[in-house]
């Protein structure tokens, strides 16, 4: 059965670091492509980023050049590194298929900038 389960958000200052990883129980992500998205408060849910099986990469223009999204199919892991943050992308961050499925939203993990 597969479930998605982020992790690695935090509180960070901004312009600082973090890495969110999303573990598949399922061991079926590496054939998908994979979304991170978030949704900030008071609005919509976001893709944010995308990976392709073959590993290319689409951003959102908000977080060109400063987010990462990477996979590793060993782990069943896809990550997102996210540097030089801005009190705008406080949010709660989801992973998941990408179109997305409605049954693979998890809790998703918080991140939050701010001085």
């Known amino acids: 059965q597969v479930q998605l389960v982020e992790s690695g958000g935090g509180l960070v200052q901004p312009g600082g670091s973090l890495r969110l990883s999303c573990v598949d129980s399922?061991?079926?992500?590496?054939?998908?492509?994979m979304g991170w998205y978030r949704q900030a408060p008071g609005k919509e849910r976001a893709l944010v980023a995308r990976?392709?099986?073959?590993?290319?990469?689409i951003y959102a223009d908000s977080v060109k050049g400063r987010f990462t999204i990477s996979r590793d199919n060993t782990k069943n892991t896809v990550y997102l590194q996210m540097n030089n943050l801005k009190f705008e992308d406080t949010a709660v961050y989801y992973c998941?298929?990408?179109?997305?499925?409605?049954?693979?939203w998890g809790q998703g993990t918080q991140v939050t900038v701010s001085s």
């Open positions: 998941n298929f990408y179109p997305s499925v409605q049954r693979y």
């Open positions: 399922g061991s079926i992500v590496r054939f998908n492509t």
């Open positions: 990976i392709s099986s073959g590993g290319s990469t």
